[in-house]
């Protein structure tokens, strides 16, 4: 008996409604609906892993994340978690599109086998960083309301605030002026979500300028596969861009540095799985891009997961990592503790170091 082969595979849809909808150009979130998978190995350790789907980004949903699950399990079945690497090829070879499905299949071998090894995942990652800070995003919402929601968040210690932008030129100044007065002193990031033109985008930073108003970061402006859009943008603002949904894989990556266009590339686990994330950090600092590393709408599960990868990589300039559950709401327990805005990885729980609620 091979102790980390795998014994049986278990999967399942998460589904929690979201206390306040969460909008961004390209669409509104009311709930979490993701799919969990569970994989048990013969030693009977288990490994977790999430799908976030959210198809305006990566063209998924709960459906086809579950069904792409679901058709991956005889597979699956007597692989060893150790050929973790080996198995992630092939299913990209075969899933090529379902890519937040083979994400949680990865995650899943990934925690079962760095459990096997009783090693934290960040550790097994190298183990840069113990803690990591994160900023906070407010969506696109009235300028009262953006106010008030970053006087509050300035309260609990968040040093940096994100918030969406591409809907409307003129509500966006708004609801920026409307943050700095709430929160004069935090930092502040633009997240576009492909929603302005070229034009568009150098305009709003300029009218932003003229309100004194100087972001941090100015995140995915155009269309994605509009990298000459996006290297106008870069060439005629001194505002650090970042490339967000332009970079899903390797070869989109080479392309980012290959044209220029940015300054910086997100990484989201959701958009191309653990191992092609290693990847696509190591080319970025191979041509001395930043590294930002954000997320879909998550639980602590996968989220959990972002923070193990940022903290053992180390030398991220953006956490883009804000929780959206409280506690209670969460399906699972345990992994990175969270006290606003500073993740710290625990050293004594290996893996993720997430354990499931019974029932789900």
């Given at each position: 008996m091979n102790a980390t082969k795998i014994k049986n595979v278990a999967i399942e849809a998460i589904n929690i409604p979201l206390d306040e909808p969460f909008t961004i150009a390209i669409g509104t979130k009311y709930a979490i609906e993701?799919?969990?998978?569970?994989?048990?190995?013969?030693?009977?350790?288990?490994?977790?892993?999430?799908?976030?789907?959210?198809?305006?980004?990566?063209?998924?949903?709960?459906?086809?994340?579950?069904?792409?699950?679901?058709?991956?399990?005889?597979?699956?079945?007597?692989?060893?978690?150790?050929?973790?690497?080996?198995?992630?090829?092939?299913?990209?070879?075969?899933?090529?599109?379902?890519?937040?499905?083979?994400?949680?299949?990865e995650m899943a071998l990934i925690d079962a086998f760095t459990k096997s090894l009783n090693i934290p995942l960040f550790q097994f990652w190298g183990g840069a960083e113990q803690t990591i800070?994160?900023?906070?995003?407010?969506?696109?919402?009235?300028p009262d309301v953006a106010k008030l929601n970053a006087a509050k968040l300035k309260q609990k210690g968040y040093r940096t605030l994100k918030t969406k932008v591409g809907k409307n030129l003129v509500h966006d100044i708004d609801r920026l002026l409307a943050i700095r007065e709430g929160a004069p002193d935090c930092r502040l990031m633009l997240d576009a979500n492909?929603?302005?033109?070229?034009?568009?985008?150098?305009?709003?930073?300029?009218?932003?300028?003229?309100?004194?108003?100087?972001?941090?970061?100015?995140?995915?402006?155009?269309?994605?596969?509009?990298?000459?859009?996006?290297?106008?943008?870069?060439?005629?603002?001194?505002?650090?861009?970042g490339a967000d949904e332009s970079v899903f894989t390797v070869a989109d990556a080479i392309n980012v540095v290959q044209t220029g266009c940015a300054d910086l590339i997100n990484i989201k686990l959701m958009k191309s799985g653990l191992v092609e994330a290693l990847d696509i950090a190591a080319i970025a600092r191979s041509a001395?891009?930043?590294?930002?590393?954000?997320?879909?709408?998550?639980?602590?599960?996968?989220?959990?997961?972002?923070?193990?990868f940022a903290a053992g990589l180390g030398g991220f300039s953006f956490i883009d990592l804000d929780p959206h559950l409280s506690p209670n709401?969460?399906?699972?327990?345990?992994?990175?503790?969270?006290?606003?805005?500073?993740?710290?990885?625990?050293?004594?729980?290996?893996?993720?170091g997430i354990s499931k609620k019974c029932p789900l």
């Open positions: 993701n799919v969990l998978i569970t994989i048990q190995l013969e030693n009977g350790m288990e490994g977790y892993g999430e799908a976030a789907p959210l198809e305006p980004i990566n063209g998924e949903n709960q459906a086809t994340a579950l069904a792409a699950l679901n058709s991956c399990r005889e597979f699956l079945i007597g692989q060893d978690v150790a050929n973790y690497r080996q198995i992630a090829r092939h299913l990209k070879s075969v899933f090529r599109a379902q890519v937040t499905a083979r994400t949680a299949i800070e994160t900023d906070y995003t407010i969506d696109i919402v009235t492909q929603g302005y033109s070229p034009s568009e985008a150098v305009h709003f930073l300029e009218e932003l300028e003229k309100n004194n108003i100087h972001p941090e970061l100015f995140e995915q402006p155009v269309i994605k596969h509009d990298l000459r859009g996006m290297k106008f943008v870069k060439d005629h603002s001194s505002v650090p861009i001395n891009l930043g590294l930002m590393i954000g997320c879909m709408i998550e639980t602590k599960l996968a989220l959990g997961c972002a923070v193990h709401q969460e399906p699972v327990i345990g992994g990175p503790a969270f006290n606003d805005p500073v993740y710290t990885l625990p050293v004594n729980l290996p893996g993720i």
